[in-house]
């Protein structure tokens, strides 16, 4: 039977409107890493988006200067990514991918492997970050397992790391809020101390000077630990979550070499810095670094629908290929690994991308989102910046006694007296705009901050 149309564009309509309007009630969603009551007496709604912009549900126009959460690369609403999701969810709205597939995930991971540095041919498919990062550390263990060094279990994180929230990820990450609750996380992880360092970096433009004997840490752990029992170690290049943290020059090229030296994986966890965030497709080739493993999300389907993928060399791959032609190479997957929504918005999301050089964007406008966002230097309370490709963070004095809440105030403000978008962590306002920004919004991003910094102080 085939619908009424006239019934069917009411539908549409009624659900629209619910999706504009504020809601009856706000009590049955449990909002992730939210203080749920604080949001709930002060809502920050966003309605629609388009381009640099939203609109919050009472009909003002925010300036997105965070690519809604470090995913929407390419801009709101591109035109290309919306035609391609709307016409494959009519073509074909889901086909499993074990044991059966269908043509699109074929299509995006051969894409991939073109954008991807070194031989890292080979891609997995998730749907998040978290997911990435648990498969990556599963394939890091299995991999040598196949290998006959199976005793090679023990994964290697850093302080202050980022991860996502599976468990995995939180064992190998390194923020204490993340973990403490979650009782013992995985057995047999390290930590590299953090390359944090405001007292000597301070106001560094790009990559900071000194901190380059961190990386022996990795030396160090080894002795610790013996090399014949670690299988991985993990890496944001660039993390941002936990405030925007830039690797030391040369640090990332030394733990390269201590890695090849004593036979451990190395995976960039470039959930944020992948996709033309800091100028490459990967922070990797920015940097000049290739790692084993990459993880991805976020932009690779320009957050419009959700999906994630791990990138594996060409040996890595290799090492689960010797079984039988009937054997299951991985016994690992999710059922909408490959999901043919996110296929077709991200394989729309890769063309806009190479269309319009949006990956160069960050190394044309480095050095004018740069001078912009250091020229906060001296305003009240901010004690560092940071930056690197199109990416940037403003650290605060914490107020005594009640640590976040200069940062948390900066960021209220900045949504209702500024129109603007931004992350907040702990006393760290980080930014990360779409890679489509004009000059003319890196001018509006550092005038209404600077203002609401003045009038927060
Ligand atoms: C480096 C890194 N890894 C993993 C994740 C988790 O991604 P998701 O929230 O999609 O699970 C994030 C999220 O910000 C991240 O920054």
Same mark, same amino acid.
């Given at each position: ?19 504009? $309007? ?51 690369? $390419? ?39 073109? &954008? ?73 992880? +390290? ?32 002795? &610790?630990? +013996? ?69 991805? $999300? ?6 419009? !629908? ?12 290799? =090492?689960?290929?010797?079984?039988? +032609? ?31 050089? &949006? ?33 940037? =963070? ?29 992350? !907040? ?24 901050? =600077? ?7």
């Amino acid at each position: 039977m085939s619908p009424d149309p006239a019934a069917t564009t009411a539908l549409a309509d009624y659900y629209q409107q619910q999706a504009t $309007a504020k809601p009856a009630s706000m009590d049955a969603f449990w909002m992730p890493f939210t203080a749920n009551k604080q949001f709930k007496a002060a809502p920050r709604l966003l309605a629609s988006a388009s381009g640099m912009h939203y609109r919050d549900v009472d009909g003002r126009e925010i300036l997105d200067a965070c690519a809604g959460l470090w995913c929407v690369n $390419a801009g709101h609403a591109r035109p290309r990514i919306v035609e391609a999701v709307k016409r494959q969810i009519e073509t074909l709205d889901f086909a499993p991918n074990f044991s059966m597939s269908s043509p699109l995930p074929f299509v995006l991971a051969q894409r991939l492997a073109e &954008l991807s540095p070194g031989d890292l041919n080979h891609v997995f498919f998730t749907n998040s970050g978290s997911e990435s990062v648990d498969s990556a550390l599963k394939i890091a263990l299995a991999y040598h397992r196949a290998r006959g060094d199976g005793q090679r279990t023990r994964l290697i994180g850093r302080e202050k790391a980022y991860h996502g929230v599976g468990f995995g990820g939180i064992s190998v990450g390194g923020l204490p809020n993340n973990r403490k609750w979650f009782g013992p996380l995985l057995p047999g992880t +390290d930590h590299l101390r953090h390359t944090l360092d405001i007292q000597r970096n301070a106001f560094s433009q790009g990559l900071p000077a000194h901190g380059l004997e961190l990386a022996e840490d990795l030396e160090r752990l080894v002795a &610790l630990h +013996d090399a014949s029992t670690i299988a991985a170690v993990i890496i944001e290049p660039i993390s941002g979550s936990a405030g925007v943290i830039l690797p030391p020059d040369g640090y990332l090229q030394r733990i390269r070499q201590i890695c090849d030296k004593h036979g451990i994986l190395l995976i960039f966890d470039e959930v944020i810095t992948g996709f033309g965030r800091v100028g490459k497709a990967f922070a990797a080739q920015r940097v000049g670094v290739t790692p084993d493993i990459i993880t991805a $999300a976020k932009g690779l389907s320009n957050g419009c !629908v959700p999906m994630g993928a791990v990138l594996v060399s060409e040996r890595i791959h290799q =090492a689960f290929a010797q079984g039988a +032609d009937n054997a299951i190479d991985l016994f690992h997957g999710y059922t909408y690994s490959g999901h043919p929504l996110a296929c077709a918005a991200a394989l729309a999301t890769l063309d806009t991308y190479a269309e319009e050089n &949006l990956f160069e964007k960050a190394i044309e406008l480095g050095d004018y989102w740069q001078q912009a966002i250091h020229s906060l230097k001296g305003l009240p309370n901010v004690i560092d910046i940071r930056n690197y490709g199109l990416i940037g =963070a403003i650290e605060f004095a914490p107020r005594d006694g009640a640590p976040g809440t200069r940062g948390f105030d900066v960021f209220n403000d900045a949504f209702h007296k500024g129109g603007m978008l931004t992350r !907040v962590t702990g006393d760290v306002i980080a930014l990360s705009p779409p890679l489509i920004i004009e000059k003319t919004h890196i001018d509006q991003i550092f005038e209404r901050l =600077a203002d609401i910094i003045r009038g927060v102080a």
